[in-house]
C-alpha cells in the first residue's frame, strides 16, 4: 500500500481575519512559522517514511515546507499544480460570506475570474495520478482547497462534504492510494 501524506501550511493573519486567500500571496505570522517548526519537529521524531516534500510555490507553503525540510533533512521541491485554488473576485474576503458560501457549491463557477473546481480537481488529479505511480512517498506542503481535492480523490464526497471540508494548519493527513 502505498502512502501520500497531506499538510496546510502555518496560519497567517488571513486565516486569523477569516478571510479567503486564495492565490494572494500572505506570508505566515509567527505562530505560523512555530506551528511549521513543530511539524517538522514531530516528523523528524516519529516513524513516518516520507523520501521527499513536495510544495506549492506561494510563500505560505513554500516556507512551511522548508521549514520542515530544515528540521527533517528530507528533500524539498516546489510543484506549481499545488497553488492554491484562485477563488477571483473573492479574495481576501470573509471566508463565510453568503455569496462565497453559495458561489462554492458551483464547481464550474470560476468566480468571476478565478479557477473553478473543477479545473483545480483536474490539476491535482493528474499529479496524484503521476505521484501514486513511482517509488517515493511524498509530503504535500499545500492549502485548504488543494486538501478538499485530495480527500475527494480517495473518498466519495457530496458537494455539500467537499464545499465544507477544510483542515487546521499544520495538521498531516495520511492517504493510502487504491
Not at 30 to 38: S, V
Not at 48 to 57: G, N, R, T
Not at 77 to 100: A, H, M, S, Y
Not at 155 to 168: F, K, L, Q, R, V
Amino acid at each position: 500500500m502505498k502512502k501520500i501524506y497531506f499538510t496546510r501550511h502555518g496560519q497567517t493573519v488571513w486565516n486569523v481575519e477569516n478571510k479567503i486567500c486564495g492565490v494572494t500571496d500572505i506570508e505566515l505570522t509567527e505562530l505560523g512559522k512555530k506551528q511549521a517548526d513543530e511539524l517538522g519537529d514531530y516528523i523528524a521524531n516519529s516513524d513516518l517514511v516520507i523520501d521527499e516534500i513536495i510544495c506549492s510555490p506561494l510563500i505560505r507553503a513554500k516556507e512551511t515546507a522548508e521549514r520542515i525540510a530544515r528540521k527533517t533533512s528530507i528533500p524539498l521541491r516546489v510543484e506549481p499544480r499545488l497553488i492554491e485554488q484562485c477563488f477571483g473576485k473573492f479574495e481576501g474576503t470573509p471566508r463565510n460570506g453568503k455569496e462565497f458560501l453559495k458561489a462554492k457549491q458551483s464547481f464550474a463557477d470560476s468566480y468571476g475570474g478565478g479557477e473553478s473546481m473543477l479545473r483545480l480537481a483536474a490539476r491535482i488529479y493528474g499529479l496524484l495520478d503521476e505521484l501514486k505511480n513511482d517509488d517515493k512517498i511524498y509530503l504535500i506542503a499545500a492549502h485548504n482547497g488543494i486538501s478538499r481535492v485530495m480527500r475527494s480523490y480517495f473518498y466519495d464526497m457530496t458537494n455539500e462534504e467537499y464545499a465544507a471540508y477544510g483542515i487546521g494548519n499544520c495538521e498531516v493527513l495520511e492517504f493510502v492510494f487504491p
